[in-house]
């Protein structure tokens, strides 16, 4: 992965030039793609895209709660670096570099500014899942899925991740039963520091308990912590 960095007037677009040609900032609109598909939930603003060089997912930053009515789509803008979606490209790259690759590959990161303020994006590569919510009751039932969550968090946590919405609905389960993590868009990333975890945890078990009248068959919490717990020190 080799990054490279396009600047033209107020626009900055961080991207992989191993994986991609110089992006345009039209890339980070939805009209742009042909037969874009809305993606539910990120609060509307997530397209599934067909490109020449893949299957991929535009993500253009939202605003939610009370700042929302002051600003949907624009942040503070105090330097491109310093934006989300070149945090969150970054954050994914070096997962990628530590070998990880149970993430999104990051593709390019967009923003443009509009005085002291600055509309963002981000484009992934698409990931085909199930996201666990949607899982038949009998698998979430299984002990195995559980660890398995616990073990992709610790391999997140010693590379210096630490992932702040590390929720049921960010966990999505392939065909091969591989276990992927997605929206690091507030993710911690420290390099070289080890996070503990149990943070995350304690996220993911309160995102359960909301949910647990609609799963039928999922364990008890202690099961579902215990489990957790044990893929996480496995070390794997």
Request: a positive charge; one cysteine or more.
């Amino acid at each position: 992965m080799q990054s490279a960095i396009f600047r033209q007037r107020r626009q900055t677009i961080l991207y992989d030039a191993d994986r991609l040609p110089r992006p345009s900032a039209l890339w980070f609109t939805a009209e742009h793609w042909a037969a874009a598909q809305i993606l539910p939930g990120g609060r509307g603003a997530s397209w599934r895209l067909s490109t020449p060089y893949g299957e991929a997912v535009l993500r253009q930053a939202r605003r939610g709660g009370w700042a929302a009515r002051v600003s949907v789509g624009r942040y503070w803008y105090n330097g491109a670096a310093r934006c989300r979606s070149f945090r969150e490209w970054r954050c994914l790259a070096h997962l990628r570099s530590c070998g990880i690759d149970c993430t999104p590959e990051p593709w390019a990161a967009y923003c443009g500014r509009h005085g002291w303020t600055a509309e963002q994006a981000l484009i992934t590569g698409f990931i085909p899942g199930t996201p666990l919510p949607e899982l038949p009751a009998g698998q979430l039932a299984e002990s195995e899925l559980w660890r398995r969550a616990g073990r992709v968090l610790g391999r997140l946590c010693r590379a210096g991740v630490a992932h702040r919405d590390f929720h049921l609905g960010n966990l999505l389960l392939d065909e091969r039963q591989q276990l992927w993590v997605l929206d690091f868009d507030r993710a911690r990333c420290v390099p070289g520091k080890t996070f503990s975890g149990r943070a995350q945890i304690g996220r993911l078990l309160r995102s359960l308990r909301r949910r647990r009248g609609a799963l039928p068959g999922l364990p008890e919490m202690a099961a579902v912590h215990e489990w957790l717990q044990q893929g996480l020190e496995s070390g794997v």
